[in-house]
């Protein structure tokens, strides 16, 4: 049975690509650079990470590679964070700031010192100690947080994120870092395992391969793998070896196959009992392994008459078995394939022996040479079966298993093919395009079937494998997954469902693919480069040479395609430059391992396992790199899928994880042992490394124990232990590391201290669990070396203390309490104690008042919270000394050496030391909600709990109780104002935020007020203001007016206003603005409020308001003249005479205050220019004459001539150069004559400087820019001559509307009008000029230069001489517009007008050439002035020649298009009218048509000699208008107009076409032949219907045009006759037909 759409397929080169749905992880995949993008960006970041390491590990290494990395870190970080930094905390002068920074210095301190480590906050200094200032700058205590420098460690880590990438161990890589990189894209030496093992089989080769075996057997051609290893020979003989290397059987001696030419291809049953063997001459012989004697079936080629009559399916004689296999578990089915791309499935019929059996075959693929060529007519292109195979059965029974699928790989397509119960196609796809053009044509596949997993697959979660094939054409590879889908009838086979997953592109051909394992590829390219991929991500692990194994490989393709090579077309890019030999027959995988068939031996090669290479690392003396690379392969960071490991984590952590840890017991022991014997290279950086690669594997695999039960005893016993804690230490920070044993913990003090790293051993201290701490050792060791930090945490967290910390940081503060000269004699922020210790004490109290462990950050728990805060606030506010702790005795005192403790010791003492800070604290304090009146605080209400002392007090304490306290303790007589400053302004600010829980009497908050107001230092200034503002929100003094005066003092200017503006006392408010030097912009803002019309203000408060804008007008303009016109005109329009007169006269503010009134911006305008008076608009052109004298010319221009006074604005405007304008205002005045007059002297005076300016060029060439000078002035002299023709043609336009009006009588021809008489004037000076100034600068003089040695002319005399001329030229060119135009008026006698122009221009020109004629000493000058007279008439001439050449180019273009859209046909859709149906051209059509259309030609070609015969007689006597022709038109491109075959009798001139109006694809051309008079002549025959026209729509629809007028009456409504109203054009065509199917 013959398989159709596999043949018909192949031949197709047409045949529809496979398109990729892609999953996830095969769209990844879908190149090579996208496969191993990501292996290549591990390779990058590894590269980084190493390279910063190294840098560190060049520098000096006192502190340890971790340390410098975690203090840059930290450097960073505040330099970037402004909240965590110095910055962030309040800052006031006195205080060293380098004493504050949160940078750790790995600097030694000196011996004795007490400065901690960073401070917790950038804290102020003492602002109430005599002979200190104010604080400046300000430090707002009260908008700002305290923060610490010891916070969340989430951002201090300075180690890699993932153990995989890990940097280098020394400053040359390790070899490991090998197996993260793609071979080949590393410069780094190969690793020291073997990436495959191979084992050359010496016995099998002395047996195959000797001279003795080739002359026996014959020469190895082919080989097959499964239990045995099989080779096929050249003598048609089989080889079978057992993997003990012996030969177990000789097959085919003695039998047909030995006559059959050698072994083409060879196959092994599923059961491993069959062998089947494919030869050269198309015979395939299968053998039972248990008798060789003969063979168990015998299929063989196609005889003569087999080939004759086609009686059944074979291969063709004499035409190779190129592969060959067996259909699951069967030992009678095979299918094969040969070199001519033919396939067949061989089904053997039981029987008893090779006689009583029958073999039935079936092509699946492929034609026979005699068949005949497809319907199509396409040519067949030469095929070729390049790969082959039969899906093998695997584990677990599915349905494909009998359905007996085999794939095959052609040049043009992959066919898959199911044979059992009947050949079928099951899937094809076509060659990708991803596939180079003109490259080695190659084709490989191979299956992998469907397997039972362990464990569930990660991506599908199945517990079952899906079958899939992995194909390739020349360099793209793709994955195939293969679904089966039941059907409903369990007797049919299921549905298969094919989808390419994943697709890789290498960088050359592949000849060879296998699968080595479930997950794991092996490609051999066409240069025997074996590549390793895994299947999921298509990433390439390994890749090394096999040149050297001189692998077999044989051309069998290319003959087939020998043609198909030899006629490339370049221009077909799916075509091939080269077909590539095969090597499928050498290149095999079984059970993991590669078989490779060579040209001298057979080999089997292993890829080496995860534990071979970390043996092979130890091996080599890498141990750093092993423990780096177990680590990765614990992880899955490494490539586990190549090595052996599974995916699931679970079972590789089980694989690994014992591996890891022996692997660090025995590097550890080793390293020791060799730094014990004096090895040199294991050095403390030695050390450090594997130090830091066990930490990291430690907390890879979850075992920290290990650190500390047996690594740390080994840096101990050695006396290096502190290189392992400098290890610790980001691990600690980190928190990855909490809990560190105590012994550790002593020598982590040790070691930090004697290094000088105190700030570093606080916050390491501060990241540890207290339970494991020495509690005395820590705590001794805190104060000891100034570790105020580290010791409140430890109090707080070891032993919730709260109160001793404090009491610690208060004992520091007892000299200043006992000794106040003590203050007085130095800078107490100089002292440790007091500049940097004792602060720690506010931001200490504002942590734990709200609820925040000190120093980190984190929240407290509520309960121990609540216990914290109480005893803070007992100790506080309690009013007494204390003995602390409880039941010791001991009290502690803040003055030792008195008798008597005051009241409120503790908080006084603080209060004293520094109140800003402490009162900032306590501001945190306030937004707790500790201190609210909570029932469950009420001593009363109880808690069921029985509390000790501080905690009932605690409770007890609210914000009413600590103002309170405050207000009592903080009186002047005690404290300085520069300290009670701080706490009005609490109060100030906590009012208006808690009014529910404070009640302040009014005469205390007029205290606070007037403390407010009377502020020490000007630094303070805008926080006192800030402060009274939050009072005055909530508190109104009964008496504000008393409070005005201290406002004023103070400056408070935003309380003024507010109170001006609420008792609408605007003339105070307005004045209130001007004296704020902060608020200057509002100023406008004030005044529009104040005096706009809803304000309702009486006529005293706008008189004040005009008062106080009079005295401050002058500051008002100088603040922004634009806005202040703009404010004034729009509000106090009376108040400008006296603002102007205001400002100093001529002064440019009054300059730029009037533009803004009369030119102002059109968006912000309110008021138009024209309602001010003259003075101000001449004042204006005054002041514009000196500030921008370019823009009085334009100005003057736009106003009314009547605003404006000659006798005043002339001098200045004469004074200041700006003759345009003058003439402008001259002309407006009707002084035109004497306009000109002025216009000439300035042209003259002009022509003068450039004359002396060229005569003194030698002088003034070291001063000035001779050169830059002449052409400014010659530009002048352009611009006041076009000022001249400007006054001309004004003129002229007056006096035509005077002859029009008048209808004056025209000037004789001698005599010159007014007009005229300025064009002469204006002529005559530009041509004198010319003249004049030609002589001094014209080419033909000697050229000046400069005096020095340098030939450079200065003047550029040619340009010059240009721009002279130009004058000439732009004058007469206006002249000859003006005068061309004077037509433009209606007149009824067009001729005389135009003449009456021409006139004046001969006038004009012969009044002229009469003046040059007199003035002239020679002919030449007057020739010249003729010349550039007559080069504007050709300037003018070739502009025109230039447009109409211009506009008949594009005017040829466009009707190039149209007559190429004519030409060009229209093929109607069918052959059928689309209305009745009847066949209407081509076969079958009724009519002669052939006749009718000869009858029409010859009428035709008489038509066209009678009207030669015409031409040729009225030839010679005039213009012949010849009758209209039949034309073809088209419109718009979208059709044509055609006569079709069966146009029918048409007589002359009747036809007629339809054209487009504009409107595309639902119009059509039609062309219509109508049948004339004798139409009975021709067209029409017996029983036959007349011929008529038809219409071909530009949608390609045919009609009679009979049938379409009758449609579109019908629609018209106007019947079914076709004889209705026919709409013609103005060109006398017929409308458009509209198809009346597309509209």
Sequence with gaps: MSLRSPERGDGAASMEEDHLDLSPEGDAASSDEE???????????????????????????ENGVIANRYRQLLRDRDDVSEEGSAEGLPRRAGSPIDSLLSVPDDSPSLAGSMISSVGSSRVPSLASRPGLSSPTPSFRPFDRRFQSRISSPSALSPRPTSPAFLTGHSRQASMSSQFLLESGETETPTPPWEVVRWTKLKKLNAQAFSEAGKRSFGSPTCLAVSASIVLGTSKGIILMFDYNQNLKMIIGPGTKAVESGPITAIAISA???????????????????????????????????????????????????????????????????????????????????????????????????????PQSGKPLKPSTVLAFSPLPLGNVERATDSMGLTAMLTPYLLVIVSTTPIAQTQHKSARPKDVAPHSAMTGCLAWFPAVKLKVPDSNTGSTMSKVKLVYCWSNVLTVLDVDEIPTEDKD??????????????????????????????????????????????????????????????????????????????????????????????????????????????????????WADRLFALMENGDYIGAIQLATSYYTGDANKLTVGLPEDATLRHQMVRDKVMELMSASIRYVFDQRQKGVTSVDDQHLRQIAETCFIACESVGDLDFLFDEMYEWYEDTGVEGIFLEVLEPYILEKTISTIPPTAVKALVTHYVSKGWESRLEEIICHMETATLDIDQVTTLCKQHGLYDALIYVWNQALSDYITPLIDLLTLLIPLVQNSDYASSRNLMEDENYGVNALKMFPYLSYTLTGRIYP????????????????????????????????????????????????????????????????????????????????????????????????????????????????????????????????????ARNLPKFPQYLLIPGSTLDKVLTGLCEFPGMDLAEDAQLSAEYLLSIYQPPDISRMIPLFKKACFYRILKRIYRNDKQYGKLLQTYFEDPEDQTEIFECIAECLQPQAGLTKKQVHDVHDVIKEHS????????????????????????????????????????????????????????????????????????????????????????????????????????????????????????????????????????LQGLVANTDENADELDVKEAAEELLRGLQKYTHVGIWLCQGQMKTSKKLNGIGRRSSPSPSDLSPEEALWLELIDTTVQITRRLSSVVAPSKSIKVSSSSSPTPVLDSDKLVALLRSLVQHTFTALMTATSTQSGTPSNNRLVTTSGGSLTFLRILRAFLTRAARTSPNLADLRAVLTSIFSAYAYEESILRLSNRLLEQQLFVNVKEAVELRQRGWRPRGSTCEACGKRVWGPGVAGNVFEAWEERQAIENKKREEKKAAQAAARGIGKVVSPPEEESYKGKGKGKSTAAPTAGPNGPSSSQEQMANGKQDTQSLAVEATANGNGDAYGRRKDQQPLGPLVVLACRHIYHKACLDALQAKQRGEGDDGHGHREVDEFGREAVYRCPIDG
């Design 271 to 373: 059961d491993y009992t069959t062998i089947a063997g494919g030869h050269a001459s198309g015979n395939i012989f299968t053998w039972d392994t248990s008798r060789v004697s003969r063979p168990f079936l015998h299929i063989p080629p196609l005889d003569a008459p087999q080939l004759q009559h086609r009686t059944m399916d074979g291969h063709m004689p004499n035409v190779s078995i190129t592969h060959l296999g067996f259909l699951g578990t069967r030992h009678t089915a095979l299918v094969s394939a040969d070199d001519h791309g033919m396939a067949f499935s061989h089904l053997a019929t039981r029987g008893t022996g090779a006689l009583g059996r029958t073999v039935k075959t079936t092509r699946i693929l492929g034609r026979y040479p005699d068949a005949p060529p």
């Design 856 to 987: 980190n950050g984190e929240r407290m728990e509520d309960e121990v919270a609540s216990k914290a805060k109480a005893e803070i606030y007992w100790f506080l506010f309690s009013g007494k000394s204390i003995a602390w702790p409880k039941g010791s005795g001991k009290t502690f005192l803040t003055r030792p050496t008195e008798r008597e403790e005051p009241s409120f010791p503790y908080l006084r003492m603080i209060l004293q030391y520094d109140a800003p800070s402490f009162l900032s604290a306590l501001n945190e304090a306030f937004e707790d909600s500790f201190l609210n009146d909570s029932q469950e605080k009420q001593l009363n209400g109880g808690t069921g709990k029985d509390l000790p002392e501080e905690q009932i007090f605690g409770l007890t304490v609210d914000r009413q109780y600590v103002v309170s306290i405050l207000l009592e303790i903080m009186n002047p007589n005690d404290f300085a104002p520069e300290d009670t400053i701080y706490l009005d302004m609490f109060i």
């Design 492 to 609: 049919k086979p299921p549905i298969l469902k094919f989808k390419a997953r994943s697709r890789w592109k290498c960088e050359e051909a592949i000849v060879a693919v296998q699968w080595l394992s479930r997950s794991v590829l092996t490609v051999l390219t066409i240069t025997q480069r074996l590549i390793v991929l895994e299947d999921r991500s298509m990433r390439m692990t390994e890749a090394f040479d096999l040149i050297h194994k001189y692998i077999y490989h044989a051309d069998l393709f290319s003959t087939q395609l020998h043609n198909l090579v030899e006629q490339l077309d370049e221009d077909d890019t799916s075509m091939h430059g080269v077909v590539a030999d095969a090597f499928y027959m050498s290149f095999k995988t079984y059970r993991g391992r590669i078989f490779l068939l060579g040209f001298n031996d057979v080999s089997i090669g292993a890829l080496s396992n």
């Design 1114 to 1249: 002058r500051e008002l303009v100088e603040l922004d003249p634009v806005r202040a016109a703009q404010t004034i005109a729009t509000y106090a329009p009376d108040l400008h005479r006296f603002i102007l007169d205001s400002l100093d006269e001529g002064s440019e503010l009054q300059y730029e205050y009037l533009k803004a009134l009369l030119e102002p911006d059109t968006e912000t305008s309110e008021q138009p220019a024209s309602t001010y008076d003259r003075d101000f608009i001449e004042l204006y052109v005054q002041l514009m004459c000196k500030y921008n004298s370019s823009h009085v010319s334009d100005y003057v221009g736009i106003v009314q001539a009547t605003n404006l006074r000659l006798d005043k604005l002339l001098p200045t405007m004469e004074d200041t150069g700006v003759i345009d304008a003058v003439v402008i205002l001259m002309a407006r005045e009707g002084q035109v004559q004497d306009a000109m007059s002025r216009l000439t002297r300035h042209l003259e005076t002009l022509e003068s400087a």
């Design 35 to 61: 496969t191993i993008k990501p292996e290549r960006e591990h390779e990058e970041l590894s590269d980084i990470v190493e390279e910063r390491t190294s840098v560190i590990f060049d520098q000096p290494t």
